[in-house]
């Protein structure tokens, strides 16, 4: 008894002084790390992970976040701070890391199939996310891993972020942005403030498995964190409101990267170098392609009166770019074109033959099409798939890839649509940030009974 009592008090006190040692973060912003205060009993912590909020841990946790009222960008800076997510460790060993797209089908082969119930909420994600979870639901939240979102964009962009969905649902989870940097080296992404990344740059990536260069990293296809404390609620994209302790509760972040046209700020060039479909090992090479090759229509539809102007050349002229193989551009051009012409100008007559409604360029575009799909598909499924074995009930979404990355809303909701009938414990699923006109919902349950959305 008297060892067992000695061992106990020499275990608090390293404790203790580990924690008096922990310095407060680079800004100074709320003074030191607290020590374990006297009023708390230190006895062994739960390994449960449902009594979590009732240990010494989160009482660390909880006393040494930021106060309501900080700015967002003061709280990514001083919560990614190495010093700072030291406090977190406890938690983070408790976190479940779910690969998405190393999930096979045979796991779930013995569920049966349960169709989800569809709901649109005017809330970002983020809020969505908190009053699901604070309702008693299990969730997990999509979180767009792109250039612009999700990273380094909190150190590069001026002012404070939380400016979109990702920032914004990121931003209430403190441990996830200190997580990304210490352990995939997520700081300043564009290196040139601008939030912009290039192909060659490291970065980061939730299944460093897939690629052969581990300085080629790259937001996640659909990579699951579990058990993640949120903690603040972000008021008028600016503040951040710290929740009672009672009212803190654990989600599921599924992070997704998706296949991008616009060839500015969203691209995302080792995204599409790793669809595997073009067989290029630069994703900048991709993009670059796909910029010139919009830069020769817009040169020649303004000599011949033609609008170039449109998302939808753009979204033809990507998918050619990043779902066709080059082998393929090269057979084209030498069959249909006699001209010894490089892969953008290859990409730009295909795409005046398809405005002729010629009949050569069919194929091409039957192939990409076939090639996008299957790897959006797949990418929902996996994203499906990962929240379940999270064991998720609820699954927060929004327009997947719809807006700056120039997806099609109908082709997205006609995608989700067939995804989401191989749900098996999902029973609930939301799509932020939509008003309650907006057809999109209407869109996917169409999509659910395996209808083709008209154009």
């Not at 230190?42 to 449960?48: D, E, H, L, V």
């Given at each position: 008894m008297k060892k067992s009592m000695i061992a106990l008090i020499i275990s608090s006190f390293l404790i203790f002084s580990y924690f008096e040692n922990v310095e407060g973060n680079m800004l100074g912003f709320f003074g030191n790390v607290n020590e374990f205060p006297s009023d708390i009993e230190t006895t062994p912590s739960a390994k449960s992970e449902s009594n979590f909020s009732n240990t010494v841990e989160f009482n660390l946790i909880y006393k040494n976040l930021p106060e309501t009222g900080t700015t967002t960008r003061n709280f990514a800076l001083s919560t990614a701070n190495p010093k700072f997510q030291k406090v977190f460790q406890p938690h983070f060993k408790r976190i479940k890391l779910i690969n998405c797209r190393n999930l096979h089908k045979n796991q779930f082969s013995d569920q049966q199939k349960s169709v989800p119930k569809l709901s649109a909420t005017e809330l970002y994600s983020g809020p969505a996310a908190l009053k699901l979870a604070q309702s008693g639901k299990k969730v997990a939240v999509l979180v767009f891993a792109d250039s612009t979102n999700t990273g380094g964009i909190y150190i590069t962009k001026k002012g404070n972020p939380a400016g979109t969905q990702e920032e914004q649902t990121v931003l209430m989870a403190p441990e996830i942005y200190g997580y990304l940097k210490n352990k995939f080296g997520v700081s300043n992404i564009g290196g040139r403030g601008d939030g912009i990344y290039s192909a060659e740059q490291k970065r980061y990536c939730l299944n460093k498995d897939d690629y052969k260069s581990p300085e080629i990293i790259n937001p996640a296809y659909g990579f699951i964190l579990t058990n993640l404390l949120v903690t603040h609620d972000v008021e008028n994209c600016s503040k951040m409101i710290k929740l009672p302790k009672d009212k803190v509760v654990e989600i599921s972040y599924a992070f997704l990267s998706m296949p991008s046209f616009a060839t500015d700020v969203s691209k995302?060039?080792?995204?599409?170098?790793l669809t595997n479909y073009s067989e290029e090992n630069d994703g900048e090479k991709i993009y670059d392609r796909m910029n010139r090759a919009f830069s020769i229509l817009l040169k020649?539809?303004?000599?011949?009166?033609?609008?170039?102007l449109n998302n939808k050349i753009k979204r033809d002229i990507g998918k050619i770019a990043i779902f066709c193989p080059i082998e393929k551009l090269l057979e084209?051009?030498?069959?249909?074109?006699?001209?010894n012409l490089d892969t953008s100008?290859?990409?730009a007559q295909i795409i005046k033959l398809k405005l002729r409604e010629s009949d050569k360029v069919k194929n091409i575009f039957d192939e990409v099409q076939k090639n996008y799909e299957k790897c959006v598909l797949n990418k929902f499924i996996n994203?499906?798939?990962g929240a379940e074995t999270a064991e998720a009930d609820t699954l927060v979404l929004g327009k997947i890839g719809c807006g700056a990355f120039l997806n099609d809303?109908?082709?997205i909701a006609f995608l989700l649509g067939q995804a989401l009938t191989e749900c098996k414990s999902i029973k609930y699923v939301y799509f932020a940030g939509l008003s309650k006109t907006d057809p999109f919902v209407d869109k996917v349950e169409i999509a659910m009974k395996n209808i083709k959305i008209p154009n």
């Amino acid at each position: 008894m008297k060892k067992s009592m000695i061992a106990l008090i020499i275990s608090s006190f390293l404790i203790f002084s580990y924690f008096e040692n922990v310095e407060g973060n680079m800004l100074g912003f709320f003074g030191n790390v607290n020590e374990f205060p006297s009023d708390i009993e230190t006895t062994p912590s739960a390994k449960s992970e449902s009594n979590f909020s009732n240990t010494v841990e989160f009482n660390l946790i909880y006393k040494n976040l930021p106060e309501t009222g900080t700015t967002t960008r003061n709280f990514a800076l001083s919560t990614a701070n190495p010093k700072f997510q030291k406090v977190f460790q406890p938690h983070f060993k408790r976190i479940k890391l779910i690969n998405c797209r190393n999930l096979h089908k045979n796991q779930f082969s013995d569920q049966q199939k349960s169709v989800p119930k569809l709901s649109a909420t005017e809330l970002y994600s983020g809020p969505a996310a908190l009053k699901l979870a604070q309702s008693g639901k299990k969730v997990a939240v999509l979180v767009f891993a792109d250039s612009t979102n999700t990273g380094g964009i909190y150190i590069t962009k001026k002012g404070n972020p939380a400016g979109t969905q990702e920032e914004q649902t990121v931003l209430m989870a403190p441990e996830i942005y200190g997580y990304l940097k210490n352990k995939f080296g997520v700081s300043n992404i564009g290196g040139r403030g601008d939030g912009i990344y290039s192909a060659e740059q490291k970065r980061y990536c939730l299944n460093k498995d897939d690629y052969k260069s581990p300085e080629i990293i790259n937001p996640a296809y659909g990579f699951i964190l579990t058990n993640l404390l949120v903690t603040h609620d972000v008021e008028n994209c600016s503040k951040m409101i710290k929740l009672p302790k009672d009212k803190v509760v654990e989600i599921s972040y599924a992070f997704l990267s998706m296949p991008s046209f616009a060839t500015d700020v969203s691209k995302d060039p080792t995204g599409a170098m790793l669809t595997n479909y073009s067989e290029e090992n630069d994703g900048e090479k991709i993009y670059d392609r796909m910029n010139r090759a919009f830069s020769i229509l817009l040169k020649d539809g303004n000599a011949d009166g033609r609008d170039m102007l449109n998302n939808k050349i753009k979204r033809d002229i990507g998918k050619i770019a990043i779902f066709c193989p080059i082998e393929k551009l090269l057979e084209f051009s030498k069959r249909h074109l006699n001209k010894n012409l490089d892969t953008s100008e290859i990409i730009a007559q295909i795409i005046k033959l398809k405005l002729r409604e010629s009949d050569k360029v069919k194929n091409i575009f039957d192939e990409v099409q076939k090639n996008y799909e299957k790897c959006v598909l797949n990418k929902f499924i996996n994203l499906i798939r990962g929240a379940e074995t999270a064991e998720a009930d609820t699954l927060v979404l929004g327009k997947i890839g719809c807006g700056a990355f120039l997806n099609d809303e109908n082709e997205i909701a006609f995608l989700l649509g067939q995804a989401l009938t191989e749900c098996k414990s999902i029973k609930y699923v939301y799509f932020a940030g939509l008003s309650k006109t907006d057809p999109f919902v209407d869109k996917v349950e169409i999509a659910m009974k395996n209808i083709k959305i008209p154009n």
